[in-house]
Structure formats: C-alpha cells, structure tokens
C-alpha cells in the first residue's frame, strides 16, 4: 500500500515547491523506498502545450509525449526515473474528463458537482500511480492556498486525509518567512496566515517548510510551532542555497526525510546513499577550467524557457570539472554587422529551440559565424533547422532556402512541415511528441559522442528537414548522421571538417540528469573547453612573440 506526502504552498507563487518535492523525494530514494512525484496545476488549459513560455516557462515533454510543467524536469534530473502522462494533471484535464462522463451518462442523470465529482477525478488520479508499486507518492499542488482555482485540489487533499489511515497520508507546506531589513527581524505573521488558511479549508500541515534567507532562531521556530499547531522539529529551516542541488542535502541536515518517515510510519529504510550526489556537488563547486557559452534565443530574459538546457549545462559542466558561464544573446538583435562583436569572446554557441519567426535571422548569421570561425556548435531542433538554412543558402548558394514555417511561399523548402501534420488544424497536443528512436552512422561524431548506433530521444515539433535535398547537403560536406529508424527523418547533422558541429532534431536536455548528463551536452562543453584552451594558448604565444 502506498503511501502519500502532498505538498502546498503559502504566501507567494515561486517559493520552490517542486525543489522541495523534489528534494524529499531524492533523500527518501537514497533511503531506498521507491518514490515517484506528481504535479498537480490549477490552471483550465488541458496541458501547457500552447502556452507563450512568458505564461509558463518551457514545455517539458516526457517519454510517452506528455506535454508537461517544467517541475517534471526537476523530478527526473533529481530522481533519474522517467515521468509520464499520469505525473501531471491540470484542472483542464480534470474537468475535461468529468464532462466526457457526464456526456456518455456516466452519472445516471445526476446533477454534476464540485463536489463529489470533481474531487472524486481528482482523488482518482492523485491515487493512480500509488497502485504502480511505489511506496511513496509526493504530490505538488501548484498554486498558493487561498487562490479560488486550487480550492478543488485541497478539498481533495482534506477528503484524503479522511479516508485513508493516518499513517498513509501527510502534508508538507512550504511558506514565506521574510526577512525586513529596516527591522533587521524575521517575520512568522505571513507562515501563520498561511496556514491559517490551510486550516480553514480542513487541511492541516504535519510539516512546515520556511524559505527564508536568514536562519530560524529556536524562537523563531517556537512561535511558528506554537501558533501553526506543529512540532519544533516539525518546522523545517530551507535557507537560500547557492545551487538547487545543495537543497536535498539541507534537507537530510534538516531530518525532513526523517520526520516524513516517522509520521508514515516507514521503519524498512537505510542510511541515505548520496556519494554519486555529493561527488557532482563537489565537481560542480570547486570547477578546474571555466566557458563562455552563447545561448542564442528569443526568451533569453526569462530563463525558465530555456530551464532544462540550463540545467543540462549545470550537469555537463560538473562532468568536465568546468564552470560553464552561459552568455544569453537574444537573437533579434544579432546582425552581419555587429555579430562578432556579440559572439566573438565565447567559447561555444549554442541555438536554442523554439516556435516562429522572431529572431530567426538572427539565429542563421550565428550559426554562419560558428560554422565559418570553428566555433563548437550546438542546435536543438529549431537551432538545428536554422544551421541547415544557413548551410543551404551560404554553402549551396541557396539563396531563397527558409523553412515554411517562416516562409510558407519559398520555392527552396529545406525545412518542411511534416507530410502527417498537414492535415492537423487542432495545435493542442498534436505534434510529434515523445520518444522516438534513432539510427547513428559508424564513424561519426555523433557516433563517438552516444558509443553506440541506436538511441531513444524525445521530440517536440511540427517541421522536419527536407530529404528531396539530403543529396546535395551531403556532397556538400554536411551529413545526415543521425535518421528515424521507420520514417527516414534526419535527427542529426554534423559537418565533419568542423571541430565539432552538430544540430539535432530531438530535445536531447529533456534526459540529462545529474547522475547522466546528456552526452551531447558533455561533449559540447569538452570540445568547448579545447577550444578556450587553444585560443588562450595562442593568446599567450603571441603575447610571448612581442615581448621578445
């Protein structure tokens, strides 16, 4: 029988839920019990898949093609388990399912309610994935108590504390303990009106997390104790740390996984085994080379968009002992007149994914800069895409080559929309998602980089390179690495006489995690760092020349 942690959130949106869940999650897998994690999100949209990535950050997409919340990515790069389809569930979802029922008569001709039949979805799915073999279940409600969108969730959450034993079932709330400067004094009246309100809805909190970026005195954690209803040690210190990955370490120094297990009364456990985290914490703290890497995107001022490349570098960097410092460049600025200026002291360029036609110019003189100046490339899907123009219209003489994503008109297609989405008018949930595999060709860089001839990644999108012109890209000198074992898509191109460019159709930052970077990543900032290694080599040689 599973077990079931759910986690709440108090006072202001962002405190870090998923980083909490997530951290749990980890210590109570290093004991280990088999965990998993869930996300539920209060939001009417049926997934996140249409969203602007201002609304939601990126779109994170799991193995069976889940259109997913970007906590997902945190729960498997801290976990290193896959989610799926069951591992986040939106409101839409909810009601969409509910009125499905409804419309096949489901409900007999019954009134249908908030409550019961709302909730009872919502408990249907929150208990789902208990029947998988897990021993605990986490769950995050997305969302702040007190907002009118999350109010079925938590009525859920009450109406299973009153179902299941009290053994099975807790509640974790993560809340604000600010810290004012001009009274040089924390402050609890904002954690005691958040669980005040937690309250007020039946639910109770066994646990109270408080991010806050000053330590807890032990009054402090008195006063929340005595007027939250919990126990001291029941009230758990998360200070801002310098790295989301120190969180689970805090955590354990905090005994949350300890207190979790009493209240659940869990006594099959060992001591956490953490030296593969801590061995990457130390690599990661304590780098031996450093990067200057071009993230070339439209979304560079909100780095959720780009969170799991973000954090696939984080991984890759620790991996080659490198601290990689990312430079966004926002590619609607990029031009032939000022893109040396902006590219020219970095050490690796990497184009980004993404929708549309803003910045895509941009994108294309960068990708000509890196080609031409052996500057490490690296394209993720629509990056990719981008160094196929390029190459078409600067190395064939391709002048009008575009994708018809851009240019629907063009009469040189080198990037096509898909022949099975040409037919498809609905945008929600209907490109090509999830894990597809991949044949690699022998001999090939990225041959070398995966050491192996057939892959699985995951997918996200509509256009594809257009194969009536693989001929000519490959006499060339681009080659089609990397092709769908069934369709014959091109998921990989590399130039071989380049020191190391390659672009790819598929997400390969959706799989990287902390104990496996995504080779692709490692290898890019490896070949990144000989790179910043020989141009300072030669800066220091002619350096040497003048002053003899």
Not at 29 to 36: E, P
Request: net charge negative; charged share 25%.
């Amino acid at each position: 029988m599973a077990k079931y942690i759910f986690v709440t959130g108090g006072v202001t949106s962002s405190l870090g839920k998923g980083i909490i869940a997530a951290s749990l999650a980890k210590l109570l897998q290093a004991r280990g019990l088999n965990v998993t994690i869930q996300k539920f999100d209060p939001y009417i949209n049926v997934d996140p898949g249409t969203l602007n990535p201002y609304e939601h950050g990126e779109c994170y997409v799991t193995d069976d093609g889940a259109e997913t919340d970007l906590d997902l990515g945190h729960y498997e790069r801290f976990l290193s388990i896959p989610t799926s389809q069951s591992n986040n569930v939106t409101t839409g979802r909810i009601y969409q399912t509910v009125i499905n029922k409804e419309r096949e008569g489901a409900y007999l001709g019954k009134t249908v309610q908030v409550v019961p039949h709302i909730t009872d979805e919502i408990k249907r799915r929150m208990l789902m994935l208990g029947k998988k073999g897990y021993d605990i279940v986490i769950t995050e409600l997305g969302g702040t108590v007190g907002d009118i969108e999350s109010l079925p969730f938590i009525e859920a959450v009450r109406q299973l504390q009153w179902e299941l034993p009290e053994e099975d079932c807790m509640v974790v709330h993560l809340t604000l303990v600010p810290y004012l400067k001009a009274a040089k004094e924390l402050k609890t009246k904002p954690t005691q009106h958040s669980v005040k309100m937690l309250s007020q809805e039946g639910v109770h909190p066994d646990i109270i997390v408080c991010r806050t970026e000053e330590p807890l005195s032990p009054e402090i954690r008195r006063k929340i104790a005595l007027f939250c209803n919990v126990k001291i040690e029941a009230v758990i210190e998360a200070m801002d740390a310098a790295t989301i990955y120190e969180v689970p370490l805090l955590m354990m120094r905090e005994k949350l996984d300890l207190i979790c297990l009493k209240k659940l009364n869990i006594v099959n456990y060992h001591e956490p085994e953490l030296n593969r985290w801590k061995e990457f914490l130390d690599k990661l703290k304590y780098p031996k080379s450093k990067v200057n890497i071009g993230l070339i995107g439209k979304y560079i001022e909100l780095q959720d968009a780009y969170k799991s490349i973000l954090e696939a570098f984080v991984h890759a960097g620790a991996m080659n002992e490198c601290k990689v410092n990312v430079v966004n460049v926002h590619s609607e600025f990029i031009t032939e007149e000022n893109v040396m200026e902006k590219l020219g002291a970095l050490d690796g360029l990497l184009v980004a994914p993404g929708f549309g036609h803003r910045g895509v110019e941009g994108k294309i003189t960068a990708v000509k800069y890196a080609r031409e100046h052996g500057l490490p490339f690296f394209g993720i899907c629509l990056g990719m895409q981008m160094s196929v123009i390029e190459f078409a219209r600067n190395v064939l003489g391709m002048k009008n080559a575009h994708s018809t994503e851009m240019n629907p008109d063009t009469n040189e297609a080198v990037i096509d929309l898909m022949e099975e989405q040409k037919e498809v008018t609905a945008k929600g949930g209907t490109m090509r998602l999830g894990s597809y595999p991949c044949d690699i060709k022998k001999d090939t860089l990225a041959n070398r980089i995966y050491g192996t001839e057939h892959i699985r990644e995951r997918h996200r999108h509509r256009w594809e390179f257009n194969n009536k012109y693989l001929e000519q890209f490959e006499a060339a000198g681009m080659v089609a690495s990397g092709r769908n074992t069934e369709s014959g898509l091109v998921e990989i191109v590399e130039i071989p006489v380049h020191p190391f460019f390659i672009g790819v159709q598929y997400h390969p930052e959706l799989k990287s995690t902390v104990e496996h970077p995504q080779p692709l990543f490692v290898n890019f900032i490896k070949a990144s760092r000989e790179y910043a290694e020989k141009k300072q080599s030669s800066k220091t040689q002619i350096l040497e020349e003048e002053l003899s």
